[in-house]
């Protein structure tokens, strides 16, 4: 839901937190694949450091400041100053890089109101950001990885037309012009060896250095950038970040900034309408509804559903004393995967009546049957759109 008091800022209602986090425990399981270390940042910082890293100069029209004893602070809208701090905390060896950096912590933007969109664009977001501080001969193989990772993740919520750019330098940047060169051909060499069809984009890019984009359609069409890559040679030098090479010398990191699923809240609206409701059964938040007939089949509709949630399967239970007819239509207009019917006509059997929430009917059989059923679906690694 959105509320006036909270201009362009989401509330997650308890099946909107339940997908949202669960998206997040998704990137969790890939940042324990990838080796990633979840980091948690503070929310707001004195201007000082957004001087340092180049935020104020070029991104404070999009920032929120307040101010406590006479300071100025900036409510942060990215997370890469605070991981450069977390780098800058203690000394590194070339044997410890890379190092990857990942936070959930949420952000604020200030998106002019003409351009706030629904979930698609918001002043309070989550992204599953993270950084990568690495040597320069370790950059091909990090980017590389992230590429990989992306597809696959894009494949499991079945993503198509995926459109790929390469954003350039933009007029309002800092670094030097051979810095600039470097980062965009390291990124259209990195592109050209994944086989990905891109377009370049000219004054695209962030302020700090280029960045490669990827967008995916929503179900109208619409294009919406979701991933990104950023190759930074820049906030390592503003914030003298080093790492002590196999000769002892102090030699500077690059600093990569990606996000895969990007925004969360974007990512959650897309999908909404990509599965037009019909969640996976591992995102949806009940997996399972129980109908009873009438009163008399109430105990047995909820011993079922202790059952069901002793193994882990999140269900609903409806006992109202309304038609059964009423019952089902309501549950499908939730678009709950499994229905279950509980009559007299299952309790002398000692089985459930099911429906799927596409497939309909599927006829009588065991408990066990649908929480091996629910289990395995849960367990697939390629998802089906409904």
């Known amino acids: 839901m959105f509320d006036t008091s909270a201009p362009a800022s989401p509330f997650f209602l308890p099946n909107g937190?339940?997908?949202?986090?669960?998206?997040?425990?998704?990137?969790?399981?890939?940042?324990?694949?990838?080796?990633?270390?979840?980091?948690?940042?503070p929310q707001i910082f004195l201007s000082d450091l957004w001087k340092k890293s180049?935020?104020?100069?070029?991104?404070?029209?999009?920032?929120?400041?307040?101010?406590?004893?006479?300071?100025?602070?900036g409510i942060k809208p990215m997370n890469c100053p605070s991981h450069a701090l977390i780098y800058k905390s203690k000394r590194h060896s070339y044997r410890e890089l890379p190092?990857?950096?990942?936070?959930?912590g949420r952000l604020h933007r200030l998106e002019r109101s003409g351009v706030t969109h629904g979930l698609t664009r918001v002043r309070s977001l989550t992204q599953d950001d993270a950084h990568i501080f690495c040597t320069p001969e370790q950059i091909d193989k990090e980017l590389t990885d992230f590429i990989s990772m992306l597809e696959s993740s894009y494949k499991k919520f079945n993503f198509s037309n995926l459109e790929v750019t390469l954003s350039l330098r933009p007029d309002k940047r800092v670094g030097s012009e051979e810095m600039w060169n470097k980062a965009e051909n390291?990124?259209?060499?990195?592109?050209?060896s994944s086989q990905l069809n891109y377009k370049s984009e000219k004054g695209e890019g962030a302020f700090y250095g280029p960045k490669i984009d990827f967008f995916v359609p929503d179900s109208i069409g619409r294009k919406w950038q979701l991933g990104t890559i950023q190759l930074d040679f820049s906030m390592p030098e503003r914030f003298d970040l080093n790492f002590i090479d196999q000769s002892g010398n102090n030699q500077r990191p690059v600093m990569i900034h990606r996000a895969m699923l990007g925004s969360i809240e974007r990512f959650m609206g897309i999908l909404i309408e990509h599965f037009n409701g019909n969640f996976p059964v591992w995102l949806t938040p009940i997996q399972t509804i129980i109908l009873a007939i009438a009163d008399r089949h109430n105990q047995e509709s909820e011993k079922i559903q202790n059952l069901l949630q002793n193994q882990g399967i999140r269900t609903t239970i409806d006992i109202r004393s309304e038609r059964i007819g009423l019952k089902i239509r309501e549950a499908q207009l939730k678009k709950i995967p499994y229905i279950i019917i509980i009559g007299d006509k299952e309790i002398e059997a000692n089985k459930i009546s099911v429906r799927e929430r596409q497939q309909g009917d599927l006829g009588t059989m065991n408990l066990t049957n649908l929480i091996e059923m629910i289990h395995n679906e849960e367990n697939t690694s390629e998802l089906k759109q409904d």
């Open 99 to 104: 190092i990857r950096l990942a936070d959930f």
């Open 54 to 73: 180049g935020h104020f100069d070029n991104y404070k029209e999009n920032m929120y400041f307040v101010m406590d004893e006479n300071r100025e602070f």
């Open 186 to 192: 390291i990124l259209e060499k990195v592109l050209s």
């Open 17 to 41: 937190a339940f997908i949202f986090n669960q998206l997040i425990q998704y990137v969790r399981t890939l940042y324990t694949q990838y080796n990633y270390s979840e980091v948690i940042t």
